[in-house]
């Protein structure tokens, strides 16, 4: 086996996890210097609390994230050949069984609609895991798919018996003669979207069905059994535990038993692990680390994902704890798991986590009129899960404006851009009587996300048969065909200024109106602005005007610009003048972006 990607300071290797870096703090009078995340301190006026978002800045694996504007979400696993969108944990292995896994279609499919990032959940809710991990026996090395067809190995019947008592039962089994050369989904994915040219990013759940305990899950189907005696109706949860009465967890029962926290060390070895030479030389890191029973496990599997699958663009965890209502809970020690993260590779951007990005608010392609990346929190953004941490939530309509600054809660400032994730399907896991959105609506919701400073997570989930259905495949292409026609060709290129190239640091300060005069009259209908968010994310109302017929002629008022506004108007105008005119801003703002297109169909 090989490491591959492994981002690591020399002083990482070591028995301590190293501490993320520090909120910026600055004296109340003093200036104020850049910084990812920054203090908010008691005593400064709400002047210097704005001057202070005004300085947050992305870090330079946020800034490269946001300059992949579409990312694609794969939902692929046990969901897909069980029908459900959640699972239960207590699903048997054999269940997955896929006749083909294409990730070579998979990233032809995705790359045809302009992805240049890719993701896939590793990790479901349920737990089952889609690469051959040390730690729970619930992966695709005890499925079917595990091994080539007609093919049998006794060590799998050892390790099915041993599995209780054994963890890493079936990873001892995984160089079985008759392992299938695919069988390592993640490792298949990520291959495949390299030899592509896209970045990588894994979903991790943290929540997981496999791991509760079986006594809580007899409880459980007792209650659901209950509700269905009386007629009452089920949520997608209980539906999934009745559905799966007759079987039980298929872990090792360690999530939400309140286990003692103990010290214990990162990757805690399996018997004839073979990491173990790699580790006693110092070629990999180990930390340090007291935590339960299940943290430990998540931040074994976090350390698998980064030393063998990275490098990681982005890491995906939700804060879902779906069991608490009904009596078991667990408390992630995200303070830890973004510790290891950050040590591991400082430049993965972690969904929800410090100086990360986060939840847009909705899971309908809708990012809001006015959204920011320079954000407030009632906490230290390294500590929490960082949806609990803005003020109203994650789905609050107002989340970075001056009054929202203004907050007496308010304690960090953070660099935070928006990720709006949306399923091409109804569903997120691929269901037979669903249908995709139109390249038109796709389209649509590319204008509603990354054309409102936010990024565009598009699930595409693959069906049973182990491959992106064609219906899938057209719409993609013919979205990806609409955008690139459209945004080929900037009809601003030739006017004066630095605003037309590609980079995000050749920018005009917009400290007065930017006149913009081409070379000849366009027709256009549609207006793209972006700031220069090295310095920071400042503008807080501006107008596009056009000199049409001698007068000056308001096209489009917006609110924030961010790395990216695109406006859509109503009808095709023909100019040869436009101004930028900022009407509020925190800072001067420098614009990086000024383009016009005319939309193709």
């Not at 002047?47 to 694996?61: E, S, T, Y």
Request: charged share 20%.
């Amino acid at each position: 086996m090989t490491f591959r990607g492994l981002v690591l300071a020399a002083a990482v290797v070591s028995s301590t996890l190293v501490a993320l870096p520090a909120a910026a703090t600055e004296s109340c009078g003093g200036p104020v210097k850049p910084a990812s995340i920054m203090t908010v301190d008691a005593c400064d006026s709400p002047a210097r609390i704005v001057a202070k978002a005004a300085a947050v800045v992305p870090r330079k694996g946020q800034l490269a994230w946001q300059q992949r504007p579409v990312t694609a979400f794969t939902h692929f696993g046990m969901n897909t050949f069980t029908d459900r969108e959640w699972g239960s944990g207590a699903e048997k292995e054999t269940t997955f069984a896929p006749p083909v896994v294409d990730t070579a279609q998979w990233m032809r499919s995705l790359k045809a609609a302009g992805v240049t990032q890719v993701m896939l959940t590793a990790k479901h809710h349920d737990g089952f895991v889609l690469y051959p991990t040390r730690y729970t026996n619930h992966s695709v090395v005890a499925s079917p798919w595990w091994l080539t067809p007609g093919c049998t190995d006794p060590a799998r019947d050892a390790a099915e018996a041993a599995r209780g008592q054994d963890p890493s039962a079936y990873w001892q089994t995984r160089n079985t003669p008759c392992a299938n050369p695919r069988g390592d989904i993640l490792r298949d994915y990520v291959d495949s979207a390299r030899a592509a040219g896209l970045k990588v990013g894994v979903y991790l759940s943290p929540a997981d069905g496999a791991e509760l305990p079986k006594t809580f899950f007899a409880d459980e189907v007792r209650r659901i059994e209950a509700k269905v005696a009386a007629g009452q109706p089920l949520s997608i949860e209980e539906l999934a535990t009745y559905e799966d009465r007759a079987s039980a967890p298929q872990g090792q029962g360690r999530y939400g038993t309140n286990s003692p926290v103990t010290r214990r060390t990162i990757p805690t070895l399996v018997p004839h692990d073979d990491r173990a030479t790699a580790l006693a030389a110092g070629k990999l890191p180990r930390f340090t680390v007291d935590e339960d029973d299940y943290n430990a496990y998540y931040l074994n599997q976090v350390y698998e994902l980064f030393t063998q699958y990275g490098p990681i663009d982005e890491l995906w965890l939700d804060g879902a704890n779906p069991w608490r209502d009904h009596g078991i809970s667990e408390t992630y020690d995200f303070t830890t798991w973004f510790r290891m993260i950050h040590a591991l590779s400082p430049d993965t951007v972690t969904f929800a986590g410090p100086a990360g990005v986060r939840w847009v608010g909705n899971e309908t392609g809708q990012a809001r009129e006015t959204e920011w990346s320079p954000l407030p929190t009632t906490g230290d953004p390294t500590t929490a899960h960082n949806e609990e941490l803005f003020l109203g939530g994650a789905t609050a309509a107002d989340l970075g404006s001056r009054q929202v600054l203004a907050d007496p809660s308010v304690r960090y400032l953070q660099w935070a851009p928006a990720e709006s994730d949306v399923s091409i399907r109804p569903g997120w896991f691929f269901h037979p009587g669903e249908q995709p959105k139109s390249a038109a609506q796709l389209v649509d919701v590319y204008r509603r996300t990354v054309g409102r400073n936010s990024s565009l997570l598009l699930n595409v989930p693959p069906g049973p048969d182990g491959r992106i259905a064609p219906a899938d495949t057209a719409a993609l292409a013919g979205f990806g065909q609409a955008i690139a026609r459209t945004e080929g060709r900037n009809l601003a290129v030739g006017a004066p200024g630095a605003v037309t190239d590609s980079s995000v640091t050749t920018a005009e300060p917009l400290d007065r109106p930017l006149d913009v005069r081409l070379p000849r009259p366009v027709t256009f209908d549609q207006i793209r602005l972006g700031e220069d968010i090295t310095r920071g994310q400042h503008v807080e109302g501006a107008l596009v005007q056009a000199e049409i017929g001698g007068t000056w002629q308001t096209l489009a008022t917006v609110t924030t610009i961010g790395y990216t506004r695109l406006v859509t108007l109503p009808a095709p105008v023909t100019a040869g003048r436009l101004r930028v005119v900022v009407t509020q801003s925190r800072a001067t703002p420098y614009l990086a972006t000024f383009a016009l297109y005319r939309t193709a169909a």
